[in-house]
């Protein structure tokens, strides 16, 4: 249940395959050696952007100590996401 509230759009995330299994590990031991932990399949492009960005920008967010912080110490900060005008850039954005 709580997953669910931050990525409304994945469906049954525990599910695997051992294809998709295999190629995480790849995926962590090869490019993402020394960095990554974990591992984003998605159905789509627009689905992979759109969790791509909320995941920087948490990840932004969690290096940065705001995380922690409340509304009112977060009050006139502006995060901004660049994107073309009249592009299509998921259904959340």
């Not at 997953?3 to 090869?30: C, D, W």
């Not at 993402?32 to 159905?43: E, L, P, Y």
Request: one cysteine or more.
């Amino acid at each position: 249940a709580y997953g669910s509230g931050r990525y409304t759009h994945v469906l049954f995330p525990e599910t695997v395959n051992e294809t998709a299994l295999q190629l995480g590990k790849r995926l962590i031991a090869g490019p993402g050696k020394d960095w990554a932990t974990r591992v984003f399949f998605s159905d789509d492009g627009s689905t992979a952007v759109e969790v791509g960005l909320k995941m920087g920008m948490r990840k932004y967010m969690q290096d940065h100590g705001m995380l922690e912080k409340d509304d009112k110490e977060l009050e006139g900060l502006r995060m901004c996401v660049l994107g073309i005008d009249g592009s299509y850039h998921g259904d959340t954005l």
